[in-house]
């Protein structure tokens, strides 16, 4: 097993700033991490209408870094990073 480069995790919900947090329809769930063939990280997350996104962890990583995504705890606030 190796360890993981990342802090992203399954199950984490991330929403957008200025949108009601706690509402589902305005977050998306990290579903699955994973590598491509290069070994680059990537994430799978589940959107609000169910659907799949694969992106690489970086990408979101940067977005959560620059304020762009909001990591949500709990009943649906926003966690202080």
């Known amino acids: 097993m190796t360890a993981s480069l990342t802090f992203l995790a399954p199950g984490q919900r991330y929403t957008q700033p200025g949108v009601t947090a706690w509402q589902l329809d305005h977050q998306f769930t990290i579903s699955l991490l994973d ?8 994430v799978t997350v589940r959107r609000p209408d169910g659907s799949e996104l694969v992106v690489y ?25």
């Open 57 to 81: 962890a970086a990408q979101i990583e940067a977005a959560v870094a620059d304020g762009e995504l909001l990591p949500v705890v709990g009943a649906g606030q926003i966690a202080r990073c």
């Open 35 to 42: 590598r491509d063939p290069l070994g680059i990280p990537r």
